[in-house]
Nanobody, 125 residues
Framework: QVQLVQSGGGLVQAGGSLRLSCAAS????????MAWFRQAPGEDREFVAA????????YYTDSVKGRFTISRDNAENTVYLGMNSLKPEDTAVYYC??????????????????WGQGTQVTVSS
């Protein structure tokens, strides 16, 4: 079992920055691949960013490329999402997720076994 505890988020003006953190605990054979998803009111949960077990491979949805950065510190079992140049359309509840199995579809939520509790990010215009 893996437990994910999120921190960060909050209210920021458009153009501002925030950083989300997700600390993982529990027993796994190796550090899991991690990702961030978000869900706006009335919308489906969507993929934001993912990072491989080693941290060498990263994926981003097009709308956040160049603005968001996913990173991980395996020594601290923590993954981060740095968010710059925030826009009102980035407003959503953000979830971190972990998967312990390999997949060729790292952007799909169905492949992630464990989820954080969610944290609200609100960007005002």
């Amino acid at each position: 079992q893996v437990q994910l505890v999120q921190s960060g988020g909050g209210l920021v003006q458009a153009g501002g920055s925030l950083r989300l953190s997700c600390a993982a605990s529990g027993h796994t054979s190796r550090s899991p691949a991690m990702a961030w998803f978000r869900q706006a009111p009335g919308e489906d949960r969507e993929f934001v960013a993912a990072i491989s077990f080693s941290g060498e491979t990263k994926y981003y949805t097009d709308s956040v490329k160049g603005r968001f950065t996913i990173s991980r510190d395996n020594a601290e079992n923590t993954v981060y999402l740095g968010m710059n140049s925030l826009k009102p359309e980035d407003t959503a509840v953000y979830y971190c997720a972990a998967r312990t199995i390999a997949t060729i579809h790292p952007t799909l939520a169905q492949y992630y076994d464990y989820w954080g509790q969610g944290t609200q990010v609100t960007v005002s215009s």
